[in-house]
Nanobody, 120 residues
Framework: QVQLVESGGGLVQAGGSLRLSCAAS????????MRWYRQAPGKQRELVAT???????NYADSVKARFTISRDNAKNTEYLQMNSLKPEDTAVYYC??????????????WGQGTQVTVSS
C-alpha cells in the first residue's frame, strides 16, 4: 500500500525558513506529478507548487520567488523549501502525488499533513 509521509513542519518567525519533505513508500513503479497543497484555518485547500517527473515546476503567485519545490526520484521524495516566510503562510501543508504502484495502477495519493506556523 502506498503511503506519503510529510516531515519538517514547525513554528518559525516571520522571515525565517523551513524545509518540508514528503517520502512515498510502498510497491511503487513510478511517481508522476508531485504537488504541495496547504489549508489555512477557515479557508479552502490551495495548490502551492507542482513538479513534474522531468522537473518542470509551477507555483502559486503567492509563493513565487520564496518557495522552491524539488524532488529526488531515486528516493521517491519531494521537498518544499520555504524562505522569507510570512504569517499568511501559516497552514497545514499536504503533499500529493500521482503514483503507479503494484496492483493499483495510477492513483492520486495524499499525505497526512504537517503544520507550519509563522509568527509575526
Amino acid at each position: 500500500q502506498v503511503q506519503l509521509v510529510e516531515s519538517g513542519g514547525g513554528l518559525v518567525q516571520a522571515g525565517g525558513s523551513l524545509r518540508l519533505s514528503c517520502a512515498a513508500s510502498g510497491s511503487i513503479f513510478s511517481i508522476y506529478t508531485m504537488r504541495w497543497y496547504r489549508q489555512a484555518p477557515g479557508k479552502q485547500r490551495e495548490l502551492v507548487a507542482t513538479i513534474a517527473r522531468d522537473g518542470i515546476t509551477n507555483y502559486a503567485d503567492s509563493v513565487k520567488a520564496r518557495f522552491t519545490i524539488s524532488r529526488d526520484n531515486a528516493k521517491n521524495t519531494e521537498y518544499l523549501q520555504m524562505n522569507s516566510l510570512k504569517p499568511e503562510d501559516t497552514a497545514v501543508y499536504y503533499c500529493n502525488a500521482d503514483i503507479n504502484s503494484l496492483g493499483m495502477g495510477t492513483k492520486n495519493y495524499w499525505g497526512q499533513g504537517t503544520q507550519v506556523t509563522v509568527s509575526s
